[in-house]
Each structure stands twice: as C-alpha cells, then as structure tokens.
C-alpha cells in the first residue's frame, strides 16, 4: 500500500496541455506534494490513431508546455504506451498516491480512463478527475424527459442556463519534480511529419502562449464584425482557436468570458459576443452528441442514411483530396488544407457537400481524410459536422440543400480573393468567371494565360447533372425529403 501522505502525486496531462485555468493542476499543486507532470502517448488507448496534422500539432505543444514548466522549474515527463501500464511503471518508480487527470469525454478514452482509474483504486492509488475541456460535462444537458438534446437550439439554450464557469485557477509560480525520473525524448517519438514533411506551410502557433495571444487578437481585431465576417474566407475574421480548444491549450470558459467581458465593456456588441459563444456551443454540442451516440464516427446519426448508394470512384476521390476538381472554391479549400493544417469553416462546409452530394462519395472518406490532415481534428467535431453535410446527423443540414460551389465562391469570396491565392493558376481571370473558369470565353481564358485542361482541371462533374444524380440517391432511401433551393 502507498503511503499517501509523504508520496508524489502525478498529473496527468492530456488534452489540457496549460497551465494556467487548470483544475487538475490546482488540485494536485494544492496538495502541497511534489507534482510529477507527465504525458503519455498511448497510440491505441484512445480509440483512432492521430492524424498527421494533429501530431504535428502535439509535438510542438508538448515542448511549449515543457518549456512552460521548465520556466517554473518542473519539466515535462514523457512516457510512451498503454496509459495503465506506464503510469503503473511510473506509481512503482516515485511511490506516486494520487493522479490527478482532466477527463476526456470520448467513449473510448472515457471507458479506458474508467477501468485504469479502477484497476489503481484497487492498488491504494486514487485517480481524481475534472472538466477542464468543456463548458458542462457530457450528462449534466439533458432535456424534460432526461435523454440528449438532439437539436442544437435547444441544447444551446439548456447549456447556458445550466453550465457555470469555474473558479479560474492561476499557474503555480514554481513546481517541485523529483529529479531522478526518466522521461522519453519527444525527438523519437516522430511526431513531426517526415515522409514527406508536409507542414512547412502548417499555420498557428501551438501551445498556451500562442493560445492567449489568438484569443486576445481575436477579440480585440476581430470579435466587432464576427457575426457578419465569419463566412468570409477571404477575410482573416475568426478566432482560430479551434487547435488550441482541441489540446486544451485554452479553456473554453477562457474564451467565452473574455468575448462576454469585452461586450459587457462595449467594445464590441453582445450580439458578436452572443454568436461566438454560439459557435463554441457547436463544439460543445459535438462533444455531447458523441459522448452519448458512441457511433457517431463511424455510422449515421439518422441510420436510415446507412443506405445511401455511394459511388467507389478513387479517381474523383484522389482529385477532390489533390484540389483539382475543377471547382475554384473546392480545389481553394482542399488545397489550404493541405498547405496549412487548416481550413476555413464555410469552406469545409462547401468541400464537404461536394464530396458527398456532387460526388456520391461516402462521407466517412472525407472524413478520415480531415481527421489526417486537419490540425484542429476532432472526433466530434469532425463526425458531426460531416454528418451535418450529410443530411444524416442531429440537426443537420437536409440532404437535399446542396451547396452550389459556385454561388457559395461568389457570395463569400466576391472578388475571387481566397481563390486567386490557392489556386494561382486561374489568378489572373476576371473576377466574373473567377469561380467558374469553363463558362469564360475562350479570348479571356488566353488573356489570363489559362488553358482549361491543362494548367487547371475542366470540372470532373457537371453542377446540374450531380445535384439531379444526389437527389435521385435520396429518392432511393426511406426517408424521403422535399427539394428546395440550392443555398
Ligand atoms: P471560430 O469561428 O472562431 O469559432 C470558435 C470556436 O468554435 C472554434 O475554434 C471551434 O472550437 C468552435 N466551432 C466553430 N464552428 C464549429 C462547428 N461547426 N462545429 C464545432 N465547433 C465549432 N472543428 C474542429 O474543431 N475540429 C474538426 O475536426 C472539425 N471538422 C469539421 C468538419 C467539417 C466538414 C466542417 C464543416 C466543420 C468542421 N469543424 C471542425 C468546425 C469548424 O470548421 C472549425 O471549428 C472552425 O473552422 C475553426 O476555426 P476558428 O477557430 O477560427 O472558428
């Protein structure tokens, strides 16, 4: 039996890579023992692997946090395998009593963190969990009759109302880590990418630091024409947090209340503050959905979806993933995805539909593609905005609204911006035809030095023909919905 009053205590990082707003770190500095901070990866104990991006993304925010802590004179312990076995290696070497853990709310990180925090029950050690990623832990937003909110309004409105922001806790000023313990070297762990090393275009800059001076830009530069510059991908007008909120670099609550502070100030009008509290509330509707329907990632939401006729066609798949779809604000957005680790939110939406409505191509492809190569690449957020396009999820999107990739280019990005920089081979047609090159002219096609074809794809599939085709798909299924106009 450990003797808890003079042992260490572990804290376990994981998607809470921060010190300050950090309630397990409270509580195990609280304690008043050394603290052995500690990451682990454990490549299967999470359920999927990461993605290339994310990994990308964890390496550097592992070494900001250890330089963060070396900073108050700890450092970061880093261990490689089965989270039980290495934290039982880890109990046995320092006599640890208490792990002190933020939880994660995905089923099988959940189900894993469940039986390791028994089997240590077993052994004298206690493992004590907090929220620190969430606004309201998964269970606590039920709706009248108790079950899940399968609707976001609704599910929004019973969150604000139920969700209380914590007491913030501050970074301890200094740590005390034992100093005999071996850690792994984060340099062998190749979570940067090599074959090939595709991220040197990755934007943002990870870890806590990069996490607090996004948030202040954002809500300084950016949060007083929110509502209205968020669809623009032409316009640096987000947050770009959505990495940071992933590893837990920041706090949602950190977010929220400093958007609520600057509205209360009047810098910016509560409605901005209001819809951006919203948009975090999509994250947190995600998060629910998957704690409570585990399937989310893996089937439809809405099963009767589960018979869509999807096409098999990797040559349309290999295009749309390359950007050459012969859609500008299609390849556009593939293309930011690959170059920088990211993509615009209405974009994402456009690349989506086209890959699962002009395409026919089963949403779970574009999917596993986002979950590689997407820096901020989360299980629900991922599922359940693919399921969203899809038609498929809670509260999505009717299959039948499909995005017309050209209108959407010239709605959001007018001028052709945003296009005529990722896709610079058209860059020089007039903004008219800037999203749509195969309906120029062939005299304005030469001016601009375009050659359909061969400097940029004629489209791998016909607007009309595709949206006809995706709908007569739909016809095929059970549940059968109204057209309506395409957005
Ligand atoms: P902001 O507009 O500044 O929003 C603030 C925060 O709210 C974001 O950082 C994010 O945490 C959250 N948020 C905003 N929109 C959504 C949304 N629709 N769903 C859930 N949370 C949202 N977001 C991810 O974090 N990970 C994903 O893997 C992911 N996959 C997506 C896949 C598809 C097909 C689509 C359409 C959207 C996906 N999103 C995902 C949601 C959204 O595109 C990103 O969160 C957003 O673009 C990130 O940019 P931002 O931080 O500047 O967002």
Redesign the pocket.
């Known amino acids: 039996m450990v003797d808890k009053a003079a042992s260490p205590v572990i804290l376990w990082f994981r998607r809470d890579l921060r010190l300050d707003d950090n309630p397990a770190l409270g509580a195990a500095v609280a304690t008043g023992r050394p603290v052995i901070p500690l990451y682990i990866l454990d490549e299967t104990g999470e359920g999927r692997r990461l993605g290339g991006a994310s990994r990308w993304w964890l390496d550097k925010s592992l070494r900001a946090l250890d330089r963060d802590l070396r900073g108050r004179g700890g450092r970061l312990i880093l261990r490689r395998g089965p989270a039980e076995a290495e934290l039982r290696y880890l109990i046995a070497e320092t006599g640890a009593g208490q792990v002190f853990m933020n939880r994660l709310f995905e089923p099988d990180a959940f189900a894993r963190d469940a039986d390791i925090a028994h089997a240590l029950k077993g052994e004298g050690v206690e493992c004590v969990g907090f929220n620190a990623t969430l606004l309201c832990r998964p269970g606590a937003v039920l709706n009248g009759s108790g079950l899940p909110y399968k609707v976001f309004t609704p599910f929004h409105k019973a969150l604000l109302a139920t969700a209380r922001a914590p007491q913030p806790t501050v970074a301890p000023a200094s740590f005390i880590v034992p100093q005999d313990l071996a850690s792994e070297e984060i340099e062998h762990w190749s979570l940067h990418p090599t074959r090939p090393d595709w991220s040197a275009g990755f934007v943002g800059a990870p870890g806590e630091a990069g996490a607090k001076a996004a948030l202040t830009h ?1 809500v300084e530069k950016r949060l007083n024409a ?1 509502a209205l510059d ?1 669809d623009r991908p032409d316009r640096s ?10 590893w837990g670099e920041i706090s ?1 609550w950190r ?1 929220v209340n400093t958007a609520r502070a600057a509205a209360t100030s009047g810098s910016v009008a509560s409605a901005e503050a209001d819809k ?1 509290v919203a ?8 998060a629910h959905l998957l704690h409570h329907f585990p399937y989310l990632p893996e089937r439809a939401f809405k099963a009767e979806y589960d018979a869509m006729p999807w096409r098999d066609d990797p040559a349309a798949l290999a295009a749309w993933r390359a950007g050459r779809t012969g859609y500008p604000l299609v390849d556009a957005g593939m293309r930011q995805l690959w170059a920088t680790g ?4 209405r974009v ?2 456009v ?2 539909s086209f890959l699962i409505k002009h395409l026919l191509i089963d949403w779970r492809e ?2 596993a593609w ?2 590689d190569t ?1 820096s ?7 599922a ?3 399921q ?2 899809a038609g498929s999820g809670a509260d999505a999107s009717p299959y039948f609204r499909i995005f017309n990739p050209v209108a959407q280019g010239e709605k959001f990005d007018p001028q052709g911006r945003y296009v005529r920089h990722w896709v610079p081979e058209i860059g020089r047609l007039p903004d008219r035809w800037i999203h749509a090159p195969w309906t120029a002219p062939s005299s304005a096609l030469a001016d601009a030095g375009v050659r359909l074809g061969r400097d940029y794809p004629r489209p791998i599939v016909d607007h009309a023909e595709a949206r006809e085709r995706a709908l007569g798909a739909l016809k095929t299924l059970k549940a059968v919905s109204r057209p309506e106009d395409d957005e």
């Open positions: 954002f929110y968020r007008a987000t947050s770009r947090l959505s990495a940071h909120l992933h949602p977010a951006f948009e975090i509330g999509w994250r947190e509707f995600s990211t993509m615009h939110n994402r939406m690349v989506a574009g999917e986002f979950w997407l901020d690449a989360d299980l629900a957020s991922n359940q905005n693919w969203w396009v």
